[in-house]
């Protein structure tokens, strides 16, 4: 342990599942006095072992830290958890890195100070592995104060990134990302379905999909940068000419055996965007056929 750990601040980490392991480790290794706290004690050994001290009760966790660090399954359990222990929760500073709403969020946010504790919410946009890495970052919402005094302290998470006051924020922005994950995951899915349909084996067609993938990616500044201005007009890729394209798309998945059942909704909107007369436009004018305005 580096010889100012005791200058650090103490963190209590409540739920040590994969990832609240992988907080209580980068907090040990970054020289933190970490105390931990699971509902099954087993899984607190190997944190032990690596300098840790177990809490047999959330009140020795509460009591251990001014730093609690929740990382459970859902947030019902994090209410059900703390609830108990309220009273204890005074000058805390509660950090909840599970996942959960921006509502729950706000919820939670407005307990903890009922008790008179300082609330952040929390996104985690890692994996276990990359914890402490230099691709793991964490949205942090709620008690700006409380953000500023523990900012260095998160930093042995990874990337601290502060999204604002409204406790709900972190959860919004780390969902925002993760519905961009899912809908890039979905059409690599169906991308291999479809090269698996002509006996393509995945292995191929893996380096085509991924240099196509990077190149796309360089759209997002452009997409964001039309979004902001409310110009959708391109010189790349129109939505009439996207309209045109997306039956064949469609038939060919079908006619391979491969479901259409997410791609039919994507031709729908590309469609209800051009007869509203966004045919020369880009696909980012998409964005606002989703969210349609009074
Ligand atoms: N793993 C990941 O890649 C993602 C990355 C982004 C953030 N998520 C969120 O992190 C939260 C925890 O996820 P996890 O991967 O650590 O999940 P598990 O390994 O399954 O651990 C779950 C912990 O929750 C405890 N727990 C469950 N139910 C209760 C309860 N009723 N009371 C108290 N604790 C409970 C569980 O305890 P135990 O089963 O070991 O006794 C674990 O400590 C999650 O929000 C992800 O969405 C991870």
Redesign the pocket.
Known sequence: MPSDAAAKPAVSVL???????ALASAFLKAGHPVTVW???AA?TGPLVAQGARPAPTVADAVAASELLVL????ND?VR??LEPVADGLAGRTVVN????TPAQGRALAAWAEEHGARYLDGG?????QMIAGPDAFVYYSGDRDAFEEYEETFRALGGARFAGTDAGLAALNDFALLIGMYGQNIGIWHAFALVRSAGIPAKEFAEPLRLWLEAMAHSIPVYAEALDSGDHLTDVSSLAVNEAALPNLLNTLTEQGITGEFFAPVEALIRRAVADGHGADGLSRLADVLTPRP
């Open positions: 739920g040590l599942g994969m990832m609240g392991s699971n509902r099954t899984k990382c459970l399954m859902v359990q059900e958890v890195l599970t996942n959960g985690i946009v890692a994996v276990p």
